[in-house]
């Protein structure tokens, strides 16, 4: 048990009669609010928090396995070779100087003693004592009962993963080339990934430019010996597989068919209504019964709530944290929960002629991880908010307000957003965007993806400007680091933003 980490004195209330003032702690006393994950939700909440609080006696406690902030949407292009690693971790210690950092994986979730229980990044346990409590543990890989996939295949969530998947490429690239026979060389340059949404989409774009330069410099003559390319015949092949019937399904109709075309153009093999059935060592079997021979395989099928979330013993919907439109757990009037964790309703989708009590109830839902909620009151009952970064960003600043409100600093307010737009980047100039609803292909809409990135970044943005003008200017360093090993970055990973340890157990 870590010392510094005592139960926080509980406000008490002063001498008042007024409803705003009862809810606020008095001047001698410190309020603890613990914010659990720095991803999307849990940053920007943190962040509010310590700007609307700094002058009051508030604590804020930001409990994160990493000391950085993952900018998860341009982690293909990390993969890919045209940023650097760093360029996409925010230092959580310069974005949020008031909150203070503590390492470490939240492992249980006390209510009554309102303590959270975390292991720190060399396993000793601790716990943290809290005033109000903010759930933003995010989510993890989703896992399919489909054979050799959580042996064989490898996520997409976290910086080890994409520092893996980039060593990877480059390591199967270079011997396919020195392979003696055409059929290891095409086996070793077959590349798979599995889920055409956001991330399986751009992670296919970009490894498909990415690749096609290594063949490229591989097929360079090398003096009297010719290139080191020894099967001329073979060229990278890139798959890209989805149960629906296009790609980018949740997405606007118009972006889909820009991203199928690009990437059809670019030489990638769209399969859209095909998976795959089983995978080995050698290659993936497709649920039509072709046999795919490769080495690599990518999962991008989507993700689920983080598990600490179904261990804390609440209300349920599809596997995210119950909780009202203000973001607040019924009956738990000092916990919220944001982000990929909750089941936010969402306020602009009400489901139709449904009362509430007559809706679908707990763990129906659609297929993209949207079910139903309450909205204001239990009246109405409505969808739920997509498990995206753009939902996640604005609940953590509307948690942080109520979180304040709830201290009589404020007033709350209910979670209502009407999407701004989508941008993908497909790599090099080609994006697939709709700003304000707006269509946009080729070269502007790269520019306005591009321009989108820089701006919702929360730091980096120079340096990340920087590397993609290198990128124009000159070719890519392709070069493995070996610095993360296949066996440490599992599928079925609760932290995917960790690497595992040698000796540490599956999380």
Same mark, same amino acid.
Request: with cysteine; hydrophobic share 40%; aromatic share 4%.
């Given at each position: $048990?870590?010392?510094?980490?005592?139960?926080?004195?509980?406000?008490? %209330?002063?001498?008042?009669?007024?409803?705003?003032?009862?809810?606020?702690?008095?001047?001698?006393?410190?309020?603890?609010?613990?914010?659990?994950?720095?991803?999307?939700?849990?940053?920007?909440?943190?962040?509010?928090?310590?700007?609307?609080? %700094?002058?009051?006696?508030?604590?804020?406690?930001?409990?994160? /396995?990493?000391?950085?902030?993952?900018?998860?949407?341009?982690?293909?292009?990390?993969?890919?070779?045209? =940023?650097?690693?760093?360029?996409?971790?925010?230092?959580?210690?310069?974005?949020?100087?008031?909150?203070?950092?503590?390492?470490?994986? @939240?492992?249980?979730?006390?209510?009554?003693?309102?303590?959270?229980?975390?292991?720190?990044?060399?396993?000793?346990?601790?716990?943290? @004592?809290?005033?109000?409590?903010?759930?933003?543990?995010?989510?993890? *890989?989703?896992?399919?009962?489909? &054979?050799?996939?959580?042996?064989?295949? *490898?996520?997409?969530?976290?910086?080890?993963?994409?520092?893996?998947?980039?060593? *990877?490429?480059?390591?199967?690239?270079?011997?396919? +080339?020195?392979?003696?026979?055409?059929?290891?060389?095409?086996?070793?340059?077959?590349?798979?990934?599995?889920?055409?949404?956001?991330?399986? #989409?751009?992670?296919?774009?970009?490894?498909?430019?990415?690749?096609?330069?290594?063949?490229?410099?591989?097929?360079?003559?090398?003096?009297?010996?010719?290139? @080191?390319?020894?099967?001329?015949?073979?060229?990278?092949?890139?798959?890209?597989?989805?149960?629906?019937?296009?790609?980018?399904?949740?997405?606007?109709?118009? =972006?889909?068919?820009?991203?199928?075309?690009?990437?059809?153009?670019?030489?990638?093999?769209?399969?859209?209504? #095909?998976?795959?059935?089983?995978?080995?060592?050698?290659?993936?079997?497709?649920?039509?019964?072709?046999?795919? &021979?490769?080495?690599?395989?990518?999962?991008?099928?989507?993700?689920?709530?983080?598990?600490?979330?179904?261990?804390? +013993?609440?209300?349920?919907?599809?596997?995210?944290?119950?909780?009202? @439109?203000?973001?607040?757990?019924?009956?738990?009037?000092?916990?919220?929960?944001?982000?990929?964790?909750?089941?936010?309703?969402?306020?602009?989708?009400?489901?139709?002629?449904?009362? %509430?009590?007559?809706?679908?109830?707990?763990?129906?839902?659609?297929?993209?991880?949207?079910?139903?909620?309450?909205?204001?009151?239990?009246?109405?009952?409505?969808? =739920?908010?997509? $498990?995206?970064?753009?939902?996640?960003?604005?609940?953590?600043?509307?948690?942080?307000?109520?979180?304040?409100?709830?201290?009589?600093?404020?007033? %709350?307010?209910?979670?209502?957003?009407?999407?701004?737009?989508?941008?993908?980047? =497909?790599?090099?100039?080609?994006?697939?965007?709709?700003?304000?609803?707006?269509?946009?292909?080729?070269?502007?809409?790269?520019?306005?993806?591009?321009?989108?990135?820089?701006?919702? $970044?929360?730091?980096?943005?120079?340096?990340?400007?920087?590397?993609?003008?290198?990128?124009?200017?000159?070719?890519?360093?392709?070069?493995?680091?070996?610095?993360?090993?296949?066996?440490?970055?599992?599928?079925?990973?609760?932290? /995917?933003?960790?690497?595992?340890?040698?000796?540490?157990?599956?999380?």
């Amino acid at each position: $048990m870590q010392a510094d980490d005592i139960r926080a004195p509980r406000p008490q %209330a002063p001498r008042t009669t007024s409803t705003q003032e009862r809810s606020r702690p008095p001047r001698y006393a410190v309020t603890r609010i613990v914010v659990v994950g720095a991803g999307f939700a849990g940053h920007r909440a943190a962040r509010a928090l310590s700007r609307s609080l %700094a002058r009051e006696r508030v604590e804020i406690v930001l409990l994160n /396995p990493t000391d950085y902030f993952l900018y998860l949407p341009l982690l293909p292009q990390v993969a890919a070779g045209l =940023l650097e690693p760093r360029r996409v971790t925010v230092s959580l210690a310069h974005t949020l100087p008031r909150a203070r950092l503590v390492l470490g994986e @939240a492992t249980r979730v006390d209510l009554a003693g309102r303590r959270v229980h975390y292991t720190d990044p060399e396993g000793a346990s601790g716990e943290l @004592a809290y005033d109000r409590l903010v759930l933003a543990v995010g989510s993890v *890989h989703k896992l399919l009962p489909v &054979p050799g996939v959580n042996e064989h295949a *490898h996520g997409f969530r976290g910086l080890p993963e994409a520092l893996y998947l980039r060593d *990877h490429i480059v390591r199967q690239v270079e011997m396919a +080339g020195a392979a003696p026979h055409a059929d290891e060389c095409g086996t070793r340059c077959t590349f798979v990934v599995v889920g055409a949404g956001y991330t399986g #989409t751009e992670v296919a774009a970009q490894g498909k430019i990415f690749t096609d330069g290594l063949h490229a410099q591989l097929s360079r003559p090398k003096g009297p010996f010719g290139p @080191a390319w020894r099967s001329p015949d073979t060229r990278p092949r890139w798959l890209l597989l989805d149960l629906a019937p296009r790609v980018l399904p949740e997405l606007d109709r118009r =972006l889909s068919e820009t991203a199928d075309r690009v990437l059809r153009a670019r030489g990638v093999e769209v399969r859209t209504g #095909t998976s795959i059935k089983e995978a080995t060592p050698d290659g993936v079997l497709l649920d039509d019964g072709e046999f795919v &021979p490769t080495r690599t395989l990518v999962w991008c099928v989507g993700v689920r709530p983080d598990p600490l979330v179904a261990d804390i +013993g609440l209300p349920l919907d599809r596997g995210r944290l119950r909780v009202t @439109a203000a973001l607040d757990v019924p009956g738990h009037p000092d916990v919220f929960a944001c982000g990929d964790a909750a089941a936010v309703p969402d306020l602009t989708r009400p489901l139709p002629g449904n009362a %509430a009590g007559d809706g679908p109830g707990s763990g129906e839902g659609s297929q993209d991880g949207t079910g139903s909620g309450d909205g204001p009151g239990g009246g109405r009952r409505y969808e =739920l908010t997509p $498990m995206t970064a753009q939902h996640a960003t604005r609940q953590g600043e509307i948690a942080a307000n109520n979180v304040a409100a709830s201290l009589g600093y404020g007033t %709350a307010r209910a979670y209502r957003h009407r999407d701004l737009g989508f941008a993908v980047d =497909l790599g090099g100039v080609q994006a697939a965007a709709n700003p304000l609803g707006v269509p946009l292909s080729g070269p502007l809409a790269g520019a306005v993806t591009r321009g989108y990135h820089l701006a919702a $970044m929360p730091g980096n943005r120079v340096r990340v400007a920087a590397d993609w003008l290198i990128d124009a200017a000159l070719p890519r360093q392709a070069v493995q680091l070996g610095l993360v090993s296949s066996w440490s970055v599992p599928l079925d990973a609760s932290s /995917p933003e960790v690497a595992r340890l040698p000796g540490k157990p599956r999380s």
